[in-house]
């Protein structure tokens, strides 16, 4: 078993009681679809229709090589695949044979494989031949230099049979003999963290957690059988996968329908081939919507939801969805640690247009602090600390770092500052951890500021949030330097140490020192104060 924080007994017996919890693998809600509706389409993907039956059936052939191999309970495994069908045949096969993967992010380069890779140990590892680490052969043996245990890979592309994921997904086979059911109470798969620190962290989210947050954002979002839900953000992202998301319309027996990218045009023209009723959108990509919609016209008319969330999402553009994209606004605060918030349906549209809505459950709760922790009245700003039946209770395997992200109760400080309106809403209003949010992709300071010290001629640097009309935050590097660099030089420095290309910092700014706050740290308040004030109209700076 993966060891992990597991909530205290008490707790756990009363999100069974309460119905939350139900001892459901995460795999059962597809296979109950499988079962009632085998015809039906599930993905669409470049054309091809996957139902469910087949889905259910290439995920079972692969359980069943991967069982033969040797894998089974407790392995872990590390994924990175694009948004193809094959993502989420995959995810059921693991959630079959109970192997925990780690879902990396297509744009993940060496840097953060290898440090998923070093915390989990997978055996198996699952990638993609036209991805630029895996055209041949030297990455996967770095990575088993590292990981002696890693003794099985499989690529979409191989070209030798037994090498090929779509070889292993497309041979008949029979389920693995003797095979449990997964027990729920187990690690299903990690999430990856958005993260504030050196390294890259891990989530563990068990099958009861997960299935129940996925079961009450059906219901919540109005998730049903005629659901033809849009991807077009990275699949493994906690917001695409199980808020509602993939997770969420394969349980309601749903199609999903995906997409390379959030692209404006190409997105309507999927919306209209495949009927699609409801598309998940980070901010940023809405503004690139309403824009193309001015010029174009309106998403067509089949698009009826539009979910958004991610990063922090204007008043003013909230309340352009309905007229200039044609459809109902659902607002969405989540994170991959757990904590959903949505606004409902039938929320007046005030609510809606001004609030990122209330959690999930009677259960989430919720603790809004003032810097000495004490409870801040509503409608005053604070930090907020949530724990619940579907938050996590700890990062894999750090130690150090929960000691810091949870109190003595469990409570987990998302990093975020909110405020409580009088209905009960929650409004994100800013954030106290030092990241970045760069369209929805979030960017751990400290790790790119290590990655750059790395530089023999960096002395200082500091990585601080700029505002951009496009993607809501960029970065800037503040850089001392002991000699004459440029951006440039500081770019390929990254991209050779291997990191993924949102990290890479929008702007370089070369310093003689940097302002430093009272107890000696950069002062990325000031930095960031600059920033803003050189973005504003006729700022020379
Ligand atoms: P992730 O774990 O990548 O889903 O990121 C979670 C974080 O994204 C949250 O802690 C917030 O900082 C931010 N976030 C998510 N949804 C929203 C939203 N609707 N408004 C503002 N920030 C958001």
Not at 338 to 349: A, F, I, K, S
Not at 351 to 371: A, C, K, M, N
Not at 481 to 495: E, I, K, S
Request: charged residues 20%; hydrophobic residues 40%.
């Amino acid at each position: 078993m993966i060891e992990f924080a597991p909530w205290p007994k008490e707790l756990g017996q009363i999100y069974r009681q309460r119905g939350y919890w139900i001892g459901r693998p995460l795999c059962a809600g597809i296979e109950a679809q499988a079962s009632a509706r085998p015809e039906a389409a599930a993905i669409i993907c470049k054309g091809r229709h996957v139902s469910y039956a087949e889905l259910d059936r290439a995920a079972t052939n692969l359980a069943a090589y991967l069982s033969g191999r040797g894998l089974g309970r407790g392995d872990t495994a590390l994924v990175q695949l694009p948004n193809v069908a094959e993502f989420y045949i995959v995810f059921l096969a693991l959630m079959k044979l109970g192997v925990a993967p780690v879902n990396a992010l297509y744009s993940h380069r060496q840097i953060e494989l290898s440090s998923y890779a070093d915390q989990i140990q997978p055996r198996l590892l699952i990638a993609d031949r036209a991805h630029s680490l895996f055209g041949d052969d030297a990455f996967l043996a770095q990575l088993q230099a590292l990981i002696p245990n890693l003794s099985e890979a499989l690529f979409l592309g191989d070209e030798q049979a037994s090498r090929s994921l779509t070889h292993w997904l497309s041979r008949d086979a029979s389920p693995p003999p003797g095979m449990a059911p997964t027990p729920a109470h187990s690690v299903a798969f990690f999430q990856l963290s958005g993260g504030s620190t050196g390294t890259p962290k891990l989530i563990p989210r068990t099958h009861d957690d997960y299935d129940y947050s996925v079961r009450e954002s059906v219901r919540i979002c109005g998730v049903t059988q005629q659901t033809r839900f849009l991807c077009a953000l990275p699949a493994p992202h906690n917001f695409l996968l199980s808020s509602p998301g993939a997770l969420g319309v394969f349980h309601a027996g749903g199609t999903v329908v995906m997409a390379d990218s959030p692209d404006p045009l190409s997105c309507f023209d999927l919306i209209a081939r495949h009927s699609v009723t409801m598309a998940a959108l980070v901010p940023s990509a809405v503004g690139l919507w309403i824009q193309a919609a001015e010029t174009r016209g309106a998403p067509p008319a089949p698009l009826d939801h539009l979910l958004v969330g991610g990063a922090s999402f204007a008043e003013a553009q909230a309340r352009q969805v309905p007229d200039k994209l044609g459809c109902r606004l659902q607002q969405v605060f989540g994170m991959a640690e757990g904590l959903v918030n949505y606004t409902r349906l039938d929320d007046p549209e005030d609510v809606v247009f001004t609030t990122q809505g209330r959690p999930i459950s009677p259960d989430d709760e919720i603790r809004i602090l003032s810097e000495d922790g004490s409870p801040v009245p509503d409608g005053e700003t604070g930090q907020l600390a949530v724990r619940g039946p579907y938050t996590f209770r700890g990062y894999y395997l750090a130690p150090d770092q929960n000691a810091r992200a949870f109190d003595a109760d469990g409570f987990y400080f998302s990093g975020d500052l909110v405020r409580r309106t009088a209905g009960g809403n929650l409004r994100v209003v800013g954030r106290v951890k030092d990241q970045i949010n760069r369209g929805g992709e979030k960017i751990a300071s400290e790790e790119v500021e290590h990655l750059l010290l790395r530089h023999a001629e960096i002395r200082q640097v500091a990585l601080v949030p700029m505002p951009d009309a496009g993607l809501g935050e960029k970065s800037c590097a503040f850089v001392v330097a002991r000699t004459n660099l440029r951006g440039v030089d500081l770019r390929r420095h990254l991209t050779g140490l291997g990191i993924a290309d949102y990290k890479l910092p929008d702007r370089f700014r070369f310093v003689d020192d940097l302002p430093l706050t009272a107890v000696g740290k950069p002062d990325k308040r000031q930095l960031r104060a600059q920033l803003e004030l050189a973005e504003k109209p006729g700022a020379t700076g």
